[in-house]
């Protein structure tokens, strides 16, 4: 039954996932300017199809002049077509530039509405926690590119190529005429014989194309998939410099990113062939259909039926015909790379929903209380096994200016009961309560920096403009960081470059500054040496007399600036799960 059930939701996302991302920006705010901006486009597709219509019937007196040496009809004619070349040549530059000004007006949108998506409720966190889909940045930057583009692209196409075949199919059946022949000792006549040919060589053509580009789907959604681990690959070895040279870890590195590009190069040849035999089918198509409406029209001409004019205005329309018929051989490649990238998109649609709605067992709640309390709290990993609290929870209260250092062994789950307080660790149960107005920073081993002037490294995530300058640089002199106070202008990555020591001394500062009435300390002090912690904390007593703060710290020397321990240790030899017990110290 649960598979029946799983399958029947795959159909249904399969049926809607295109629609789904397509139409909120058509229903959007944005909609007025939208449908105009694509109104005017199709009046210009229609525009060019008449234009091509009047060429069609230019080829026919062009070569009738020519047939009948009038040299003053072809004079006056190849003005008329400097006319219309001109004329076709305005129209279709002004349908590029509309065509692209909608595609980033849509494109800017849904970039956005999905990077909104992906950021609110924490649902990027809880999709790396879950590993519910991979490399989001690709997809938000690549995959939303190729759904705008190629969706408009591919609906213009459709557009014009069925105005063309309304237009042209007409021309091409009152100028070819029937077509008689004799078969199983009866007479056949066939009205309008070249759109029945025309049909006949696009429909062959087209499923011929289909049947050898098919595999072309999912070798284009692997290669996205294969570029994108490539790319993250090597910004992981940028991000970890510094790591990877003292573990001279290179070969090890090397021996990865080889793996990596090889399953895009494994990938990439099996595109070449499919590519190749594509590439076969369509150039063998698209130029035997140059001389096959002269073949089939030959007889005719060659009887006297039609002249040199009417057999070019015939081969015209042909092309037209067969062109507009052959949409989906023109843009199998599109189509190819839309379908992935609507497969990705849809994928990450889902992942970012189902991260957004993934039920919290945590209750977090802000009220009138004046003090964190936590209730039968229980703490689970991602996979459902208990980390912390098992049958009867662990309940404990922490109140405003009240110091606590907590400690256990690595794995314990300290770090997890502060992400629990923030609100961002979903696994477990029991309710947590936080005072309405406090204001909680919680700060990590590993404070993150921006990318940007040190002024608003400090402030993150505040604005730049937050703090003066004054008071950033006194801060700066009490975390122990006075040859940083002239560069707060300088644009920099300074999580490359400052030591782990100076980023904690930052992280700090930027404390001091927030000024917050509860910090939650995550061995945020790891790297220092002695002195300089101690130091540290001795400030936070000065500075925030009246904030709780809260330390995980594995060393005993800093106990003496907390006035109560909270100590977490498993049950039993065998057992994974910790339980609390809170000693005054």
Known sequence: MTANKKKSTDNAFDRHAVWRLIKPYWVSEERGKAWGLLAVIIALVLVMVYINVLITDWNRTMYDSMQNKDYVAFKGLLWQFSYLAFAYIVVATARIYL?????????????EKYMGKWLE??????MEQGRIADNPDQRIAEDLRSLTSNTISLVLGFISSLVTLVSFVGILWAISGPISFAFMQRDWVIPGYMVWFAIAYAGVGSWIIWWIGK???????????????????????????EAIALYRGERR????????????????????????????????YGQFAIIFPLLVAAPRYFSGAMSLGVLMQLSSAFG??????????????????????INRLAGFNLAVELAQKQPASISVERNNVGAIL??????A???GRTLIGGDQGISGAIHPGERILVSGPSGCGKSTLFRAIAGIWPYGGGDIQIPHKARLMFVPQASYLPIGTLRSVLAYPADEDAYTDLAIRHYLDLCRLPHLKDQLDVYNNWGNRL?????????????????PEMVFLDEASSAMDGETEEALYALLQEELPDAAVVSIAHRETVARYHRQRWHFSRKDADSNVSSLSIQPL
Do not use: C
Not at 99 to 111: A, E, F, K, P, V
Not at 322 to 341: G, M, P, R, V
């Open 99 to 111: 065509t692209q000004s909608l595609q980033i007006r849509w494109r800017t949108w849904m970039t």
């Open 121 to 126: 409720h924490h649902a990027y966190y809880r």
């Open 215 to 241: 595999p072309l789907v999912v070798q284009s959604y692997n290669q996205e998939r294969f570029e994108a681990n490539y790319r993250f690959g090597l910004i992981r070895i940028r991000e970890h410099a």
């Open 253 to 284: 590195e090397r021996g990865e990113l080889n793996l990596r590009f090889e399953d895009i190069r494994q990938n990439w040849w099996a595109i070449m062939r499919t590519t190749k035999s594509l590439n076969i089918a369509t150039n063998f």
């Open 320 to 341: 037209q015909v067969q062109d507009a018929l052959s949409w989906f051989i023109n843009a199998f490649t599109t189509l190819a790379d839309w379908k992935a990238s």
């Open 374 to 379: 936590f209730d039968k709290l229980n703490l």
């Open 381 to 383: 990993l991602p996979d």
């Open 499 to 515: 030591s782990p020591g100076e980023q904690q001394r930052l992280a700090f500062a930027r404390v001091f500054l927030t000024r």
